[in-house]
């Protein structure tokens, strides 16, 4: 099954200190309408099933993000909306936003939450989302991002006083989370696989993660520009490329312990700083790109 992260545009409303998208210029980048209708039949030509509206805040667009999630019911491709919920000011208006959504064919919305969007945005328009979701029949859940410090209790209480459907997001130590302090943590010896849905920038440059390593320096991620290249094309090098396949295979934690790092710090990183720490250091790379996973594939139980 193929998914994709679809980043209409990387502008957004408010800037949360732990933000992984953004920019280092304060310009935001953005899509011709006509051009992503275009990409969405290519991506469902493609055999793509399912589309995230990602990157900035998509309600800005809210009446593109309309046509855009028509487009894809018609094509049969499930739909997602990532939000910070700064729209859903009163229950009445955010159920008539809702209500059209799910008319167009919404599938899911993804409310962002955590003590730095809420910094931004006041909690109650996340309960108004979220309660808009239930009356209009559109699925939801919270993202709770979180560093899991106690600071984050009262946060997580208030998702349960109120009965919400949320899951914990470790925040990634990328983009503005790069200046906080790494917090060390030891958990199991874990594999860290990872699924790896490809992200699709405004800019129409593709790359093979959704997350952080779409903002790696060493551009390991990055599979090319649709402008260069089909869909087609592009989602097959993400699927071919056997350090890629390690990575969804073995996960990065046998990758770490291949390139020599002790398994007493690897317990120490979560999944995507792990994978920093190996495909964000030109060295590391060089030595995993010429064994090309050959050799490492060896190294699993
Ligand atoms: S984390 Fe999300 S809501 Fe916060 S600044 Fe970044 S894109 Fe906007
Ligand atoms: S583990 Fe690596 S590939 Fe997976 S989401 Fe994190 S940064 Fe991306």
Excluded at 86 to 93: G, L, N, P, R, S
Excluded at 224 to 242: A, C, H, I, M, R
Excluded at 250 to 269: C, E, N
Aim: glycine share 4%; net charge neutral.
């Amino acid at each position: 099954m193929r998914n994709i992260a679809f980043g209409y545009s990387t502008r957004c409303n408010i800037k949360c200190a732990h933000c992984v998208a953004a920019e280092a210029t304060p310009d935001y980048k953005k899509m011709e309408l006509a051009k992503v209708k275009e990409i969405i039949r290519d991506l469902a030509l493609a055999g793509v099933t399912g589309i995230s509206f990602i990157a900035g805040e998509p309600f800005i667009y809210y009446d593109d993000l309309l046509e855009m999630v028509s487009l894809c019911r018609e094509k049969n491709i499930y739909t997602r909306i990532v939000t910070n919920s700064f729209w859903a000011k009163t229950a009445e208006k955010t159920e008539q936003m809702l209500e059209t959504l799910k008319q167009c064919g919404l599938s899911q919305l993804r409310l962002s939450y955590s003590r730095w969007h809420q910094q931004h945005v006041p909690r109650h328009n996340v309960l108004n989302a979220a309660h808009g979701c239930m009356k209009t029949g559109i699925d939801y859940f919270v993202s709770f991002v979180t560093d899991f410090s106690e600071e984050d209790d009262a946060y997580e209480q208030f998702l349960r006083d109120n009965k919400l459907r949320f899951f914990p997001e470790p925040v990634i130590y990328a983009g503005r989370a790069d200046a906080f302090a790494r917090k060390a943590i030891f958990t199991d010896y874990q594999e860290n696989r990872c699924a790896m849905n490809p992200y699709l920038a405004p800019d129409l440059s593709m790359y093979a993660c959704c997350d952080a390593g779409s903002h790696f320096n060493t551009e390991f991620f990055l599979l090319g520009n649709l402008q260069d290249n089909t869909v087609e094309q592009l989602f097959s090098k993400s699927e071919s490329n056997p350090l890629y396949n390690c990575i969804r295979t073995m996960g990065v934690t046998a990758i770490a312990s291949f390139t020599g790092m002790k398994a007493r710090d690897i317990v120490t990183y979560r999944k995507c700083e792990l994978c920093k720490r190996l495909f964000d250091s030109p060295e590391t790379l060089k030595i995993l790109q010429e064994v090309r996973g050959f050799e490492l594939r060896r190294w699993v139980r």
